[in-house]
């Protein structure tokens, strides 16, 4: 008799492990969402998707800032390179049933319904395909606004992979990912957590207490879409996914990312006369100082590099007093309440630097 091989099955293909470590590049503190992302993606990849069913239907929650919208449009930059490929349904929009309309366009019939463009239609789907890649990403936003109606029209979707329009055409969506997210027991998990450590769950006894803690929270959620969605709605969903509160050091990470970003930014508006930003670590702690709330997560850090970082380069860049290859030291003084903008000139040796790196 033949010696049995072990197999692994935890291990996955080189395509998913490539999706894995760019959502990781991109999305801090949220490791239960990328990996059932990419077991979705490893289980199409495979050919083993459950036929005339959508790739994935996700529903995401937790409190607003924690990065449910985040880990949705890094996964279509992560596939297609395009974070705008994300068919976006604000759910707040669709809170009467007529306003479906707008989604699958009136029936011939009814006045203007040739004007009216359905936002998904097949060809919405499909615009962002790419030669490697044809996976669509539909996103319904705070889907606890919407209507029964739009409800309703999602029990299709997420179970046939099938929508008709209003004019009797087909949608298919079997290639698509689904998401849909919402605020739901936000205030439950909030309760659960000390509200003097911030974003951050209290220090307990050990890690068990700790794992403890979070189930709770988790279930929190689900108990809330639960007593919110009919049984049928919620078995139709492949995962519920609670996005837990983020801590000071994944908060640093997300400063990081961001400053990255508008490095890009800079890259991408002053390509004639380009300059490179260092951040120290003094500007970026003030900067997360600036932007931390214990209520809205991390969407203030976002602005604080708004008002504090961005705003103030545009200054300099308008008033001309940044020139090609300079290097842009930006560093902070305690009690200070703005960051201090420094030149090094000419730094073409450093801006070279990064662009290889880059």
């Given at each position: 008799?033949?010696?049995?091989?072990?197999?692994?099955?935890?291990?996955?293909?080189?395509?998913?492990?490539?999706?894995?470590?760019?959502?990781?590049?991109?999305?801090i503190?949220?490791d239960?969402?990328?990996?059932?992302?990419?077991?979705?993606?490893?289980?199409?990849?495979?050919?083993?998707?459950?036929?005339g069913?959508?790739?994935?239907?996700?529903?995401?929650?937790?409190?607003?800032?924690?990065?449910?919208t985040?880990?949705?449009?890094?996964?279509?930059?992560?596939?297609?390179?395009?974070?705008?490929s994300?068919?976006?349904?604000?759910?707040?929009?669709?809170?009467?049933?007529?306003?479906?309309?707008?989604?699958?366009?009136s029936?011939?019939?009814?006045?203007?319904?040739?004007?009216?463009?359905?936002?998904?239609?097949?060809?919405?789907?499909?615009?962002?395909?790419?030669?490697?890649?044809?996976i669509?990403?539909?996103?319904?936003?705070e889907?606890e606004?919407?209507?029964?109606?739009?409800?309703?029209?999602l029990?299709g979707i997420?179970?046939?992979?099938?929508?008709?329009?209003?004019?009797?055409?087909?949608?298919?969506?079997s290639?698509?990912?689904?998401?849909?997210?919402?605020?739901l027991?936000?205030?439950?998990?909030?309760?659960l957590?000390?509200?003097?450590?911030g974003?951050?769950?209290?220090?307990?006894?050990?890690?068990?207490?700790?794992?403890?803690?979070?189930?709770?929270?988790?279930?929190?959620?689900i108990?809330?879409?639960?007593?919110?969605?009919?049984?049928e709605?919620i078995n139709?969903l492949?995962?519920?996914?609670?996005f837990?509160?983020?801590?000071?050091e994944?908060?640093?990470?997300?400063?990081?990312?961001?400053?990255?970003?508008?490095?890009q930014?800079?890259?991408?508006?002053?390509?004639?006369?380009?300059?490179?930003?260092?951040?120290?670590?003094?500007?970026?702690e003030?900067?997360l100082?600036?932007?931390?709330?214990?209520?809205?997560?991390?969407?203030p850090?976002?602005?604080?590099?708004?008002r504090?970082l961005?705003h103030?380069?545009?200054?300099?860049m308008?008033?001309?007093?940044?020139?090609?290859?300079?290097?842009?030291?930006?560093?902070?003084?305690?009690?200070?309440?703005?960051?201090?903008f420094g030149?090094?000139?000419?730094?073409v040796?450093a801006?070279?630097?990064?662009?290889?790196?880059?």
């Open positions: 008799m033949p010696r049995l091989t072990l197999l692994d099955p935890t291990r996955t293909g080189m395509q998913a492990e490539d999706l894995e470590s760019r959502l990781r590049r991109l999305v503190g949220q239960e969402a990328i990996h059932q992302i990419v077991r979705a993606y490893q289980t199409y990849l495979a050919g083993l998707a459950p036929v069913r959508p790739i994935g239907n996700f529903l995401f929650l937790g409190p607003t800032g924690s990065g449910k985040r880990v949705v449009e890094a996964t279509a930059e992560s596939l297609v390179n395009d974070p705008r994300v068919i976006k349904i604000d759910c707040a929009e669709f809170q009467h049933s007529h306003e479906i309309a707008k989604l699958i366009g029936p011939p019939g009814y006045l203007g319904h040739r004007e009216t463009q359905p936002l998904l239609s097949q060809e919405a789907l499909n615009q962002h395909h790419t030669e490697k890649v044809k669509s990403f539909v996103l319904f936003d889907i606004k919407a209507s029964d109606a739009l409800w309703n029209l029990l997420l179970d046939k992979a099938t929508l008709t329009l209003g004019d009797n055409r087909k949608v298919d969506f290639a698509a990912m689904i998401f849909l997210t919402g605020k027991g936000a205030t439950e998990m909030s309760s957590l000390n509200p003097r450590l974003f951050h769950v209290a220090p307990l006894e050990d890690t068990g207490n700790s794992a403890k803690l979070r189930a709770r929270i988790s279930g929190a959620g108990a809330a879409a639960r007593r919110k969605f009919t049984p709605f139709r492949d995962k519920v996914v609670v837990k509160s983020l801590g000071a994944e908060l640093r990470r997300i400063v990081n990312i961001e400053l990255e970003i508008v490095q930014r800079i890259r991408a508006a002053a390509a004639s006369k380009p300059f490179l930003i260092d951040v120290t670590d003094t500007a970026r003030f900067l100082t600036e932007g931390t709330d214990v209520r809205y997560g991390a969407r850090l976002k602005r604080a590099i708004e504090m961005v103030p380069l545009s200054n300099l308008a008033s001309g007093q940044i020139h090609r290859g300079d290097c842009i030291r930006v560093s902070h003084e305690e009690g200070s309440v703005a960051l201090i030149r090094e000139p000419e730094a040796k801006w070279g630097v990064a662009t290889r790196a880059a």
